[in-house]
């Protein structure tokens, strides 16, 4: 068994040790919630799979499932003109 596999959401490289918890698609955006098991990070990794851009943020992890499931609250450093964007997301404004 290969001991690094591919990060679909962003095409890097990731070690056996590192665990997707939850994965999900909304329009052409990807996000994956990560988990490092030995430094006991957790991550976001976003990816907008028509145009390649992606992002990476680390969450706390007792924010992992809220991040996850509003992940562009959570990757506000990530710019727009990366090309990874809610737009396809529809929000509710009251």
């Given amino acids: 068994m290969a001991d690094r596999v591919s990060c679909v959401a962003t095409g890097e490289r990731l070690s056996a040790q590192t665990r997707e918890l939850a994965q999900r698609r909304s329009g052409t955006n990807e ?27 680390d969450v706390a992890p007792s924010d992992a499932i809220e991040a996850f499931y ?3 609250a959570y990757a506000i450093e990530c710019k727009q003109s990366d090309g ?3 737009e396809e997301t529809t929000g509710v404004y009251g």
């Fill in 70 to 72: 509003h992940a562009f």
């Fill in 31 to 57: 996000v994956l919630l990560l988990w490092y098991p030995e430094s006991n990070r957790v991550a976001l990794a976003i990816r907008n799979l028509a145009t390649g851009a992606d992002c990476h943020v």
């Fill in 84 to 86: 990874v964007s809610g």
